[in-house]
């Protein structure tokens, strides 16, 4: 495949002034009928290219002249006109069959309704258009379609007339006066539930919101209403952003491709994103409703109003609205929990694919196939950019530079450069070095030494940095890191600063007053910059850091740091049993944090497989699990008297999804699971009658997988009455299919692929057995005789038959192979090669060619 290359970026030759699209919708066979006002800006000769796939060209008509097929050319991927005046109306008729798109991308069905996805490149599959996100146009929508099975019909902007036509037929008409490219564009037609409300905006307007959802759901779409009028809110306080349309409608829906979807005025979402309550959602479930809500609501600003020039600048609008949704979540809840949250995320995923043969800068300068470039990279990495560039500038002058952004580039499709002029200039500061972090792949590692001199009480700090080679990228240059510091004694901070760290290496000293103590060097704090840091401690300092650290993050991470040197060791055999002042010390931690219950959870969470995989190359999955689960059980036996008491009291008060109950629950989880691993005779009854016990979703799911992950009947019983009872409600059994395939074997995943409820077409329903497998239990997965490696490779295969973008995103879990232990290497090397033999998408050869290059 021809790869795109950011350096070859020419600007469209025409401006498309209108847009009218007109769909006669049905399932096998719909028309569109698109009409293009269409002026020439670039070059007198420059051809007319539109962009068409799985289109069938009825007709085609320049100012009301039926034109000749030799006056166009018709190829798989467009339509090219030669000769075209300089303004003129352009009228094409297409036939598309929605029925047949299980690829959803472009105009589909989903649960007997049509809906859309045409980010990044779909709506070339609706009709013929410069699918580009640069060119930025006015659409109207007409759509007719049957007026009972899809009483509904939703489109961007402002609805405008409805009304019958014949047979049984009904039509209604959007326009959305806000210039946008195609990849905006939405529209959806069918039979809901509807759950309203308003929002009155800080100059008064108000705004009619509505989420519709499958019938007999409305209840369950009130926390995501909830979390729309907030993010609203929220987003006038923090950013003076109004909303600008009279309507706003989520719609949400079964068969989805992303988690969700920014359309101008009708946000499109995975019904995993809208729908909760108590009795079947968890807090997890309620958080990510939360904060993808919020995500796609701020895309109206950032992504939506201001795009990107092209689809190098993804991280542009996804980066930013990333950073924007975690600030939100931040100030729901706590900001340390959230912020250790994100770093979790960001070390689990973000940073394994910079180490591995999928590394990317956050800017990328190429690409094969643009579905693959939606990733950790630009959407977490990108988020932690901004971040830093926040802590550089202090608030207030971060809040000037994007107003002057808003202001500058409104309705404009701009670039990472627009972007940092805008700082550049309310600061005064050059960015070109900090700009590397768009362009160098690879995690920064920055090493720390440090000295104490007793007699003139002076510490020394050094720090030097590297930037690992990725495919591509040999000779890297240093970047600009700034990093939070303190100096701590028992008494707290003894001093405070951020740190721009711009060369490779950095002494930092300082001279401290009579009679002072070496103190504690508190480096990165709240994880300022997305970098490894190493740092050999003695395992003293360690533990003072523990107790002394006055940066919630850090002391977290200390603990962190130490269970993780301590899970090595034990997977590589130096050490048989887990060190009692160790275990005594995390727990110490733990207990000590029960006034935050969320931050105790956290503590109680030992790093898992996917995180302590970068530590120890060659890394051995089946080894490093067998180890943590040794730790867990040696934490839980400390931690026993205390999960008995914490277990033990049941909560009497009423459900409530905020963070303060949620904390409260996430501790009794963090206990379930660490039962669950402690190999204790009595845990499988323990967690059956908890698993019964339970009055919520998130108790009963962690009692539910502890079970999974045992043998016995205490398992049966509990998956089955959970089966028996959920059976009907697709998104609770992604769950079951999921605490199964995130515990279990080869054998365990061809079971579930072979059950009746497995369905292919369903992107949630293969991701909760391939995905929740292949990336959330890598012992399974890395299973030295490969078979985790086949079972998998059967399913990618028949998914990317079904839906390119679904294979290519499962095959993403390969991208560590090169660093497993030998067996586990070679039965993945050779699954690779057999894919690649295969009959793959181009999005899923892509994956598989970059793995293996
Ligand atoms: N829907 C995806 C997101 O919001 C792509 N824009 O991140
Ligand atoms: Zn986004």
């Known amino acids: 495949p021809v790869a795109v290359q950011l350096s070859d970026y020419t600007a469209y030759p025409f401006e498309i002034e209108q847009v009218d699209l007109r769909f006669d919708l049905h399932p096998d066979a719909t028309l569109v009928r698109a009409d293009l006002k269409i002026r020439r800006t670039g070059a007198a000769d420059a051809a007319l290219e539109l962009d068409g796939e799985a289109l069938e060209l009825k007709s085609i008509a320049i100012d009301g002249a039926p034109l000749p097929e030799s006056a166009y050319e018709l190829t798989e991927s467009g339509l090219t006109l030669q000769d075209v005046p300089n303004a003129f109306t352009l009228v094409t008729e297409v036939e598309i069959a929605p029925s047949k798109n299980t690829a959803l991308s472009g105009l589909y069905m989903s649960g007997g309704r049509f809906c859309t996805q045409c980010e990044a490149i779909g709506f070339r599959r609706i009709t013929f258009y410069p699918d580009r996100p640069d060119v930025m146009s006015r659409f109207t929508v007409r759509m007719t379609a049957d007026k009972e099975t899809y009483p509904i019909l939703l489109s961007n902007g402002t609805p405008g007339e409805t009304g019958d036509v014949d047979d049984g037929r009904h039509f209604a008409v959007w326009d959305d006066p806000h210039k946008k490219p195609a990849y905006l564009f939405a529209l959806c037609a ?116 201001i795009t990107c020039r092209d689809w190098f600048q993804l991280c542009l609008k996804e980066g930013l609205t990333v950073f924007r949704d975690q600030n939100f979540s931040a100030d729901m809840r706590s900001r340390p929990v959230q912020r250790i949250k994100d770093v979790i995320r960001l070390r689990a995923r973000q940073f394994a694919e910079d180490a591995g043969p999928l590394a990317h800068s956050v800017r ?83 090493s720390v030494e440090e000295s104490w001199n007793p007699e003139t009480r002076e510490v020394a700090v050094t720090l030097k940095q590297r930037v690992p080679a990725t495919p591509g990228q040999t000779n890297k240059k240093p970047m600009l890191i700034p990093m939070e510091m303190a100096l701590i004694d028992d008494e707290g901070n003894m001093a405070e600063w951020i740190t721009l760290f711009e060369d490779e290496e950095l002494t930092l000293t300082f001279d401290l007053p009579e009679g002072s103590e070496r103190p504690l060097v508190s480096i990165n704090r709240d994880f300022t910059a997305p970098i490894r840091l190493k740092r050999n401690l003695d395992r003293e300092t360690q533990l003072a850091m523990i107790r002394l650290e006055t940066d919630p993050f850090n002391q977290w991470d200390a603990v962190q740091a130490l269970a993780k040197q301590e899970i090595l060791a034990l997977s590589e055999g130096s050490q048989a049993e887990p060190d009692d002042a160790l275990v005594d010390a995390i727990a110490a931690a733990v207990t000590g944090a029960s006034d ?47 999960a008995d008491s914490v277990l033990g009291e049941s909560s009497t008060q009423a459900y409530d999804p905020g963070a303060e109950q949620a904390g409260e629950r996430a501790l009794r989880t963090a206990l379930i699971g660490l039962l669950a691993a402690s190999g204790a005779d009595e845990a499988g009854d323990r967690l059956l009658s908890l698993y019964k016990a339970a009055t919520n979703m998130t108790e009963k799911l962690a009692a539910l997988r502890g079970l999974a992950g045992l043998d016995g009947e205490a398992r049966e019983t509990a998956l089955a009455d959970f089966e028996a009872e959920w059976t009907s409600n697709p998104l609770v059994m992604d769950k079951w299919f999921g605490v199964q395939a995130g515990t279990g074997d080869a054998a365990t995943i061809e079971k579930l692929a072979a059950h009746s409820a497995f369905d292919l077409r369903n992107p949630n329903r293969v991701r909760s057995v391939a995905a929740a497998f292949a990336m959330q239990n890598l012992a399974g997965f890395h299973a030295p005789d490969g078979s985790g490696y086949r079972v998998v490779e059967d399913i990618i295969l028949k998914a990317d038959k079904v839906n390119p973008a679904l294979g290519a995103r499962l095959l993403t879990a390969f991208e560590q192979w090169r660093s497993l232990e030998p067996k586990a290497k070679a039965e993945a090397e050779a699954c690779l090669r057999r894919l690649q033999a295969a009959d793959l998408s181009k999005n899923s050869a892509d994956i598989v060619s970059r793995a293996l290059g």
């Open 190 to 305: 069918g039979d809901y539930d509807v759950y309203r409300d308003q929002f009155t905006t800080m100059s008064g307007k108000v705004i009619d919101l509505a989420v519709h959802v499958d019938k007999g759901d409305a209840d369950r779409a009130a926390w995501a209403m909830d979390s729309l009028k907030r993010s609203m809110k929220w987003d006038e306080e923090t950013y003076g952003r109004e909303y600008d349309l009279g309507v706003f409608n989520i719609v949400a829906v079964r068969d989805f491709n992303f988690g969700a979807m920014e359309n101008k005025g009708l946000n499109i979402f995975n019904s995993a994103y809208v729908l909760a309550d108590e009795a079947s959602a968890t807090d997890a479930d309620f958080e990510a409703i939360e904060s993808i809500v919020a995500h796609e609501y701020f895309h109206n600003w950032t992504g939506n109003r």
């Open 596 to 642: 935050d219950p969320a931050f105790a959870a956290l503590l109680a969470r030992l790093p898992d497989v996917n995180e302590l995989f970068l530590e120890r190359q060659p890394a051995d999955p089946v080894a490093l699990d067998a180890a943590r689960k040794k730790l867990q059980a040696a934490l839980y036996g400390k931690l026993r008297q205390f």
């Open 364 to 446: 990328p300068e190429t690409y094969g196939a643009i579905d693959n470039l939606y990733t950790a990279t630009v959407y977490e990495k990108g988020a932690e950019v901004i971040g830093m560039l926040r802590r550089i500038l202090g608030e207030e002058t971060y809040r000037k530079g994007m107003d002057l952004y808003f202001d500058r580039h409104d309705g404009q499709a701009v670039t990472i450069e627009d972007f940092y002029a805008c700082f550049e200039e309310v600061s005064g500061d050059d960015f070109t070095q900090f700009r590397l972090w768009y362009s160098q792949a690879g995690t920064p590692e920055v």
